[in-house]
């Protein structure tokens, strides 16, 4: 399985013109509010109710819809070295999911491998979504990411060179900003009422071969560890949406933008398969509206470790069920330690939401403003307790925020692993040079703890597939299948282990 980008970064195939749009009549109010401040201000079109679909079909939506989206296309000098580098390492190097828009439609040609390089300039395309009739323009990170020239072509066929605002590589969106005033601007939806079944429409450039309208519903809601993006809450639809479409809008039946298109899933054959996913609308605004705030997103930092309840644990802890999110350790001096969480509570709600995983806590958190206090509803010792905590800053350095940034996983049963840092590594007596996952956590009843898996091995290996980091070691697991082969190193010495 393979999970792949629409557009992209400027040296792989990058993405068309792309719209997902709903499938009722068009007759929508669009009511105007402002929505950043105390930064800056644009005006948002936001959605009223309307009346059910037209018995024209589609073609109101479409009609509607066409002039609110907008070409995108980048340029960027590749240095010979960069390029050098790349061609050495070959395909292998590329992440799964960019492969196989290496080095074809657009980009460098790469030539005779033994001729001199030079620097050359790679194009890229992609798509984006007027927000707001000042220009301010949503769209893709991986659209934009490293280019030197950006140009918007609006539907009727102006080409307005763009100023990147800001970026936000862990939820991939980008703001960009045209110059001038009364541009169209699309109807912003509310992507909690999107449900499973509703309509949705896919109006892009796939392959290059000019603007197509495809339909579709939505295929779920909430889709997560994909190891696409670092926060994921994805909206799955199964309108069809091929190679080349990037940054573009998923709309609901009555025409409002409700997620923003950033990847399919494909098994190598590089078309739709009928699996494509986007940025719901309210995680891509709340992003937004800090890049016009902030001119960056200052995610809010709890300090804990978490990891989700299963069935092993919610039955070794006496939990009435599998909801709620296991506290598995505290960071020292952070502000969930400072407030009294302890390693083994159960959060089960966060300002009287609940929470069903891990990564909803983690979004959840990583959306609100640093400054503000929660209320968290836990469950210690089998009691019911409440807490306040006051958020922090999500720290810069990898190692102090590792327990919001990245979660523990948990792709073996019962067996919970971190990436291998090198603080970690020299707690362990490991070389620096030792990579792979530390296993955090393991439950004393799974398979491989009865195998003699421990807490603080490092798993190396995985059916004889090194593994670097949590993402790699993720996807060797899901290939491995029911009985995986580890490598593991316990304390400089390896050994085999198996279920």
Do not use: C
């Not at 590749?78 to 190097?93: C, F, I, L, N, W």
């Not at 307005?160 to 936000?168: I, N």
């Not at 922090?392 to 792709?411: F, I, N, V």
């Amino acid at each position: 399985m393979n999970l792949k980008s629409l557009g992209g970064k400027s040296k792989f195939l990058a993405g068309a013109l792309v719209v997902v749009v709903g499938l009722a009549g068009w007759g929508v109010a669009r009511a105007s509010q402002k929505f950043f401040a105390p930064g800056i201000h644009i005006s948002m079109k936001m959605a009223d109710p309307a009346e059910g679909p037209s018995k024209t079909g589609f073609a109101p939506v479409v009609k509607g819809v066409l002039p609110d989206v907008v070409n995108i296309s980048t340029s960027k000098v590749v240095k010979a070295s960069d390029r050098t580098e790349m061609q050495e390492g070959g395909p292998d190097e590329i992440p799964p999911f960019f492969q196989q828009f290496f080095g074809q439609q657009f980009g460098p040609n790469p030539g005779n491998r033994s001729a001199k390089p030079h620097d050359q300039r790679e194009d890229s395309l992609g798509s984006g979504v007027i927000i707001s009739p000042d220009g301010y323009i949503l769209t893709n990170n991986h659209v934009v990411d490293g280019a030197t020239d950006v140009r918007v072509t609006l539907a009727d066929k102006r080409q307005l060179k763009a100023k990147v605002v800001g970026t936000d590589a862990k939820t991939d969106i980008a703001v960009l900003k045209v110059e001038g005033s009364d541009f169209p601007a699309i109807t912003v939806g509310d992507s909690s009422k999107v449900q499973v079944g509703d309509y949705a429409l896919a109006i892009g450039d796939p392959f290059g071969v000019g603007q197509t309208v495809t339909m579709g519903i939505i295929s779920a809601t909430n889709r997560g560890n994909l190891g696409i993006e670092d926060y994921e809450d994805f909206i799955q639809t199964d309108a069809p949406i091929n190679p080349g479409n990037s940054g573009g809008a998923l709309i609901n039946d009555r025409g409002e933008l409700v997620g923003i298109n950033t990847a399919i899933l494909s098994h190598g054959s590089g078309g739709n398969e009928g699996i494509g996913f986007a940025i719901p609308i309210n995680m891509a605004r709340s992003v937004m509206s800090q890049i016009l705030d902030h001119g960056k997103v200052n995610r809010a930092y709890l300090g804990i470790m978490v990891q989700d309840i299963t069935p092993g644990i919610s039955k070794a802890m006496n939990l009435k069920d599998m909801r709620g999110v296991l506290v598995g350790d505290v960071t020292p001096n952070g502000p969930a330690q400072k407030s009294g969480v302890q390693r083994g509570d159960v959060i089960l709600e966060v300002n009287g939401k609940v929470m069903e995983d891990s990564r909803q806590l983690r979004n959840t958190i990583s959306m609100m403003d640093p400054t503000s206090t929660v209320a968290l509803k836990l469950i210690r010792n089998g009691n019911p307790t409440n807490m306040s905590v006051k958020l922090g800053d999500l720290p810069a350095d990898k190692d102090q925020a590792k327990a919001d940034e990245k979660p523990s996983e948990q792709a073996l049963n019962g067996v919970t692993v971190e990436n291998l840092d090198a603080q970690t590594a020299q707690q362990l007596g490991l070389s620096p040079a030792v990579t792979g996952v530390v296993v955090t956590d393991i439950d004393p009843s799974s398979a491989l703890a009865s195998a003699g898996l421990r807490q603080g091995d490092v798993i190396q290996e995985v059916n004889h597939q090194p593994v670097k980091n949590v993402t790699q070691f993720q996807e060797a697991i899901r290939k491995a299948g029911d009985s995986p082969l580890l490598l593991v190193n316990r304390k400089g010495t390896t050994l085999f282990l198996a279920e």
